[in-house]
């Protein structure tokens, strides 16, 4: 199985200030279909997971600008450019490349 | 307004079965694929089972393989997930969620306990 690592685990921010999560992946994500298939969730608290981020770098509709995610082969970033109160919550990646689809760890954003 | 809603879950002793249900509305649901995500208290993520859209490929985490059936009805806008021989490391909040990960469910408590 693709092992997902994300880091940091646990992501103190100050209001306003960037972040940025990086998740390796241990295999490459490039499909036979040449897409990479690459997705960030976040899971504030009490909640179901949200897509924010589909195929690396694609923001899903709602998600704000603030948001962006890069990366390629087994290296992938989702950056916060101003973290707001609204971001707190757990932040995974996953990758739907190989069966089985597989999620990180999650890391943990909070405010300082 | 696209809504899935998962059904089913409860309390059951080790060794029995569950039928999860996921209403879907507000899209066109015969034209996506489905999938169901658990997630154990407090841990993260996992994928459980993926059914195409004419659920001609199914796929299973080896940890329910042949002990969880995904299936879905068209006709009815529903995924369901037939949940045999479980076990206490099945707890967990279900999620129905299309795509991949496009849209999510509230989710349904599965407990095994005796």
């Known amino acids: 199985d693709v092992v997902m690592t994300q880091s940091p685990l646990s992501l103190p921010v100050t209001l306003g200030q960037p972040a940025s999560i990086s998740c390796r992946s241990s295999?490459?994500?490039?499909?036979?279909?040449?897409?990479?298939?690459l997705t960030w969730f976040q899971q504030r608290p009490g909640q179901s997971p949200r897509r924010l981020i589909y195929?690396?770098?694609n923001r899903d509709s709602g998600v704000p600008d603030r948001f962006s995610g890069s990366g390629s082969g087994t290296d992938f970033t989702l950056k916060i450019s101003r973290v707001e109160a609204e971001d707190v919550g757990i932040y995974y990646c996953?990758?739907?490349?190989?069966?089985?689809?597989?999620f990180g760890q999650g890391t943990k954003v909070e405010i300082k | 307004e696209v809504q899935l809603v998962e059904s089913g879950g409860g309390l059951v002793p080790p060794g029995g079965s569950l039928r999860l249900s996921c209403a879907a509305s507000?899209?066109?649901?015969?034209?996506?694929?489905m999938n169901w995500v658990r997630q154990a208290p407090g841990k993260g993520l996992e994928w459980v089972s993926y059914i195409s859209s004419s659920s001609s490929s199914i796929y299973y985490a080896d940890s329910v393989k042949g002990r969880f059936t995904i299936s879905r009805d068209n006709a009815k806008n529903s995924l369901y997930l037939q949940m045999n021989s479980l076990r206490a490391e099945d707890t967990a909040v279900y999620y129905c969620?299309?795509?991949?990960?496009?849209?999510w469910g509230q989710g349904s408590l599965v407990t095994v306990s005796s």
């Open positions: 969620a299309s795509g991949n990960g496009g849209r």
């Open positions: 996953m990758q739907g490349t190989h069966w089985p689809w597989t």
């Open positions: 295999q490459g994500l490039v499909h036979s279909d040449g897409n990479t298939y």
């Open positions: 507000g899209f066109t649901f015969s034209s996506y694929r």
């Open positions: 195929k690396v770098s």
